[in-house]
């Protein structure tokens, strides 16, 4: 099956660590994202890229590293520099559809917890 | 800043009537409009996408886009009680592979 996986679904982090989320995608999309939903909110762009050793930030960069180093990967590191961590991230990736527009799909998600 | 608006409701309907949710965008410029469903605690699902001015109908889904008033619309015919959820309007910003997203509108659909 084609998807977007994204590890781990949950994790809890104590304050002054780094975290990674992974993010693989099997879709062969060009295109990667990193989104941030908070309760009763809508989702806010953290990072994308577009191709492969390439990527640029999104609205609420700050605190948060990413890279693409392949084009199925695109991990993001939650620095201890990110004040508010506790959130659901989300990763996603596009494809230009056969009807013209790029279309973003999204993985499962994971629910980082700051205890 | 673009910004992309929504009622975040909850909207409530009764099951079998017309669900119409609405969304207004600032940048004239973008050409790709989305609608995305999420239940609690899931991630968001893609119902439907438009890039042409009227409307674009699938099953029981109808979206508009009027660009002249920046405003995109999702009707939902027949509403089932499966259907409430949270109602994300995307919009893809023009000249960039970004996508804004609205806060949602949340749908109930009472049974």
């Known amino acids: 099956d084609g998807g977007i996986t994204q590890s781990p679904k949950y994790l809890f982090r104590k304050e002054g660590q780094n975290v990674t989320l992974s993010c693989e995608q099997n879709l062969n999309h060009d295109a990667m994202y990193w989104y941030r939903q908070d309760p009763g909110q809508g989702l806010r762009l953290i990072y994308y890229?577009?191709?492969?050793?390439?990527?640029q930030k999104g609205d609420i960069a700050e605190g948060y590293s990413v890279s693409r180093e392949k084009k199925e990967s695109f991990p993001l590191t939650v620095t201890s520099a990110q004040k508010n961590p506790t959130a659901f991230y989300l990763c996603?990736?596009?494809?230009?559809?056969?009807?013209?527009?790029?279309?973003?799909?999204f993985g499962a998600g994971s629910r980082l917890t700051v205890l | 800043q673009k910004e992309v608006e929504q009622n975040s409701g909850p909207l409530s309907v009764p099951e079998g009537a017309i669900a119409s949710l609405n969304c207004t965008y600032s940048?004239?410029?973008?050409?790709?409009f989305f609608w995305y469903r999420q239940y609690s605690g899931k991630s968001p699902e893609l119902i439907m996408f438009?890039?042409?001015?009227g409307d674009k109908e699938d099953g029981r889904f109808t979206a508009q886009l009027n660009k002249a008033s920046q405003y995109v619309s999702l009707l939902i015919r027949d509403s089932q009680p499966s259907d409430s959820a949270t109602y994300l309007c995307a919009v893809m910003v023009s000249g960039t592979y970004k996508y804004i997203f609205g806060t949602g509108t949340r749908l109930k659909v009472l049974a």
């Open positions: 890229s577009q191709i492969v050793n390439d990527f």
């Open positions: 940048d004239r410029g973008s050409q790709s």
């Open positions: 996603a990736s596009s494809t230009r559809s056969s009807s013209g527009a790029n279309v973003l799909t």
């Open positions: 438009i890039y042409s001015n």
